[in-house]
């Protein structure tokens, strides 16, 4: 059984951009869809598409890269785990990398990265980083 299925989201991405893989496949929940859907809107990955299966979907995450191979997406960590979860009002989001990265917030308004949140002036929980 997964206790923490945001983790194990971050630990496949992770692994498939060590390994050059052109997409990742997981298994899909609202939240997963979600974060893709926050990586998309921030330019971090190209796209994701749902395809259903028995006995389960599957999330299907197409990874970006650079025009010389460089990877987009250089760290993905996770900040609020089951165990001890990290809130954060809308003017106290970490700053990652001086700016250049962004936390993805699980909000009221849904989830959304640092820079929409701060927009619509809204705080919640921090899930991760991505840099």
């Known amino acids: 059984m997964m206790t923490d299925p945001v983790?194990?989201?971050?630990?496949?991405?992770?692994?498939?951009?060590?390994?050059?893989?052109?997409?990742?496949?997981?298994?899909?929940?609202?939240?997963?869809?979600?974060?893709?859907?926050?990586?998309?809107?921030?330019?971090?990955?190209?796209?994701?598409?749902?395809?259903?299966?028995?006995?389960a979907s599957t999330l299907r995450v197409n990874l970006k890269y650079g025009p010389n191979g460089e990877r987009v997406i250089q760290n993905l960590r996770r900040i609020s785990s089951p165990g001890c979860r990290v809130y954060s009002a809308a003017t106290d989001f970490p700053v990652v990398l001086q700016g250049l990265g962004i936390c993805i917030i699980s909000t009221n308004k849904g989830l959304l990265s640092s820079r929409e949140a701060k927009q619509q002036k809204v705080g919640g929980e921090v899930l991760c980083t991505v840099w």
């Open 7 to 55: 983790a194990d989201m971050l630990t496949r991405v992770r692994n498939a951009l060590q390994n050059e893989s052109p997409f990742v496949d997981m298994p899909t929940s609202k939240l997963k869809v979600g974060i893709a859907e926050v990586l998309q809107r921030e330019g971090y990955i190209w796209d994701f598409a749902i395809i259903e299966g028995k006995p």
